[in-house]
């Protein structure tokens, strides 16, 4: 238990979620471990007696997390609700409680899977490893980055935001890290076996984590090699993808399916329509954030479910968004992704990523990732600048 707690306390820092030293993890086997020592560890000894749960993330996030975290809480009363997928999928809303008493903390994640504690933090609880705690934790950091940037041009484009908004922009905008500027050198393909691609695969998975592109670790990469699909494992993680993609034959050979990525089906339509042998799906930030902007009147009949429902052909950053959820339902990922990556090799979807395809190797997918994400970026500061040119000049990716 002890390695696993230092492990994601190690990844929350790695990844920018955290500053070095300050998470502080729990977890319960036979007895309870943690991380580290911590004057916090009375207060969550105490939820632990209160809860029957395996593990206990905390910590508080680094810059510029923090800042958009406590400005949201302040903003939001006692739930910030953000609108991307991941929220609508694992998190519905995130509990906000201004006492850090054991039992106000246990009362919030009796709601949630993860809540705010205004200048203190965030808590996440896993039911077995901490790893689930961590995942939670990160996907609270990653709804409330999109939900603030997201927030502030809406602002913009609705009179101007006030005083104290904007100076929290500004501050959390000078705190941005400097993105790669480079693609990474990635295995050329076309692959000769499946153990070259299988370790192309893993390679990819762990540049995708490094760039930044994924909150956490979701999203998801295949390859298409001898009629099989190879595609990551469902709630696999990017950067440890060794022993965690399952063979999918075309033709229905194999159960491995049940435990492949939830949207194999996206990905096995995308080959169909196109000639792709090799698939990235991550989540760029700027790129969710600005799927979800839409000039239409709130009066459109799919303005409440647009995420699901959205007929209006639009692009953002040279790539298609199109709506659709993780499934394989009138309104899956399946029914409405190919169709859109049939005329291009990128596209996203509505509030949850980028898909981007190649034929030959993970090269050009990650570049057109990449890509995507500069491009969304670029065009979010352009339409800042342009409603508001007294407020920001922020400069290009």
């Excluded at 810059?63 to 406590?70: F, G, K, L, S």
């Excluded at 295995?187 to 984590?209: S, W």
């Excluded at 659709?324 to 990523?353: F, K, R, W, Y």
């Amino acid at each position: 238990m002890k390695e696993l707690l230092n492990k994601y306390a190690d990844k929350m820092v790695r990844h920018g979620l955290a500053e070095a030293n300050t998470p502080l993890l729990g977890g319960r086997d036979a007895f309870t471990q943690w991380n580290r020592e911590d004057a916090n560890r009375k207060v969550f000894e105490q939820v632990f007696e209160l809860m029957d749960v395996g593990s206990l993330v905390f910590a508080r996030p680094a810059e510029p997390y923090a800042d958009i975290i406590d400005f949201l809480a302040s903003r939001h009363g006692s739930s910030i609700r953000p609108r991307d997928c991941e929220t609508r999928t694992f998190l519905h809303d995130i509990p906000v409680t201004e006492s850090f008493e054991p039992q106000a903390v246990a009362d919030a994640l009796f709601r949630r899977k993860a809540a705010v504690i205004p200048g203190k933090g965030v808590v996440s609880f896993g039911t077995v490893s901490p790893e689930q705690g961590f995942v939670f934790y990160s996907s609270v950091c990653f709804a409330c980055f999109v939900l603030f940037f997201s927030d502030y041009l809406a602002a913009c484009d609705s009179g101007g935001p006030d005083p104290e908004f904007q100076a929290v922009f500004e501050k959390v905008t000078s705190r941005l890290p400097v993105p790669p500027s480079a693609d990474p050198k990635l295995a050329n393909g076309p692959f000769a076996d499946r153990e070259t691609a299988l370790a192309a695969m893993a390679e990819a998975g762990r540049a995708v984590v490094d760039y930044g592109l994924v909150d956490s670790f979701f999203g998801n990469l295949s390859c298409l090699i001898d009629n099989t699909v190879l595609i990551s494992q469902t709630g696999s993680s990017l950067d440890e993808l060794e022993g965690c993609i399952d063979p999918c034959p075309r033709d229905g050979s194999s159960c491995a399916g049940l435990t492949a990525s939830s949207e194999l089906s996206a990905h096995e339509g995308i080959y169909d329509r196109t000639n792709a042998r090799c698939i990235l799906h991550g989540h760029p930030k700027f790129s969710v954030i600005m799927s979800m902007v839409c000039d239409e009147s709130e009066e459109c009949e799919n303005a409440s479910h647009c995420h699901i429902r959205c007929r209006e052909p639009r692009t953002v950053g040279g790539a298609p968004v199109v709506p659709g959820e993780v499934g394989t339902g009138p309104t899956g990922l399946c029914n409405t992704l190919p169709p859109a990556m049939a005329h291009s090799p990128a596209a996203i979807v509505h509030g949850h990523g980028v898909f981007a395809a190649s034929d030959a190797d993970f090269n050009k997918a990650f570049r057109l990732l990449l890509a995507t994400e500069k491009r969304c970026h670029d065009e979010y500061f352009r339409r800042i600048t342009a409603s508001q040119p007294h407020i920001v000049h922020t400069e290009e990716y």
